[in-house]
RNA sequence: GGAGGCGUCGCCUAGUCCGGUCUAUGGCGCCGCACUGCUAAUGCGGUUUGGGGCUUCAACCCCAUCGGGAGUUCAAAUCUCCCCGCCUCCGCCA
């Protein structure tokens, strides 16, 4: 949710933003056509209100015909305060539903235009060349004894996979490694619920652009959450949060569920697109005036990790109409991919600003008094880094090299070695 | 799944039976002022959150807010119903 007294002071900045977006600016007139209309409401319930108070405690100090000829007139007064209530209601939720759908304003030097519309800002490291056929991952996971994509289709469906033996192990190789740099830097270890309400899910902002994607146990009335970002987001939902103790980090490991929907036919092969992985996710609460600083800083750590298990990557700025409506910018970092001969999306992390923040009505108090935070996320490593880890670092003869700072994690394993040929 | 108890503006708490100056009591904590070599103690005042009016700001005024929602009523912290959470006991269970 935006903040409405920027809507109404620079109305046409919201416009542009929406425009960049690829998203209707004509959102912002129809937010401050209904904004007025609710107040008009407002200031008509309340006069009717106060004075009904007023008569009510006349009324309960009167006697005899004194009181029955108030009660007349506070009678009629009832039903029009009823009247009164249920308009300013309708349009506090006109209002709202309507501040919902504006997106966050994005930031400065964002480049405007759709998913293809992105900056490249770095690239580190080089695409290996390979002097034999390079075998794409499943096909190497196969080989591993490491990933089960038939026996995932037999169980669970398309996009289900097993992660069996080193496939297992490598995985949780990499979220431990991942996890344990997060502690080094100071973030707090959480292993969230998975399943939250709707006003988290609401609150995160992924009922709406991303609904389709999120699955719903229409029984109990909860979601699976795609990314630990909810339940991070949402722990502090309704919280005021004192400002000296900002920034609060927290890095959360869970299980992330998708429904895929729309993507039909991409990405079919393998474990790059499922409908469940694992995720060591970043979450920074943050004063506002912190936030692009943290941004960059969450990046940095995800450059860290991606040293680590030494992958050639780039860095992109992502475009204004591929932003989620919660994010002011968004950073991708993309890894190549040899066998797919691009870049393929490994991390992403997102500067919430405000917006998120006053969905889920937590603030910070300091000395001037309460106002919202700023939220941030980023990803620390997902089940994806798998795909490219073992094709990068593949060998002729199918083996896979363990990159260094993995090895502690996998037992001093330093290479990974085809179980059948 | 069943039975019972509980949920009050940071924390604790009065009020709920029997609806009406509840404009929600008191304590603790916190902030300001006074007194004071300093500190402590004491005294006085302030201290939920959100929204609206008026506005340069502030002050001021108003409305809502007693776990959430709906209802009854001229009037709801208080009565009724539904939901959520916590506690105790029973049942079931990986």
Known sequence: MLDLKLIRDDPEAVRASQRARQEDPGLVDEVLAADERRRAAIVTFERAR??????????????????????ARTKALSAEVKAADADQAEAGAAFAAAMGRLSNVTEPGVPAGGEEDYT???????????????????????????????????????????????GAQLQLAMLNLAMSQALAAGFVPVVPPVLVKPDAMEGTGFLAQAAENVYHLPEEDLYLVGTSEVPLAAFHMDEVLDAGSLPLRYAGWSTCFRKEAGSYGKDTRGILRVHQFDKIEMFSYVDPADAAAEHLRLLAWEKEMLAKVELPYRVIDV????LGGSAARKYDCEAWVPTQGRYRELTSTSNCTTFQARRLRIRLRDGEGTRPLATLNGTLATTRWIVAILENHQQADGSVVVPAALRPYLGGQEVLKPVTT
Do not use: C, M, N, W
């Open 50 to 71: 106060a004075e009904q108070k007023e008569l009510g405690r006349q009324v309960a100090q009167a006697q005899g015909d004194e009181k029955a000829a108030l009660l």
């Open 120 to 166: 490249v800002l770095e690239h580190v490291g080089q695409p290996r060349e390979f002097d034999f056929t390079a075998l794409d991952h499943l096909e190497l996971g196969q080989r591993l004894g490491a990933i089960d994509t038939e026996r995932g289709a037999k169980v669970s469906g398309a996009r289900f996979y097993y992660l069996t033996g080193v």
């Open 319 to 322: 475009a204004a109409g591929d």
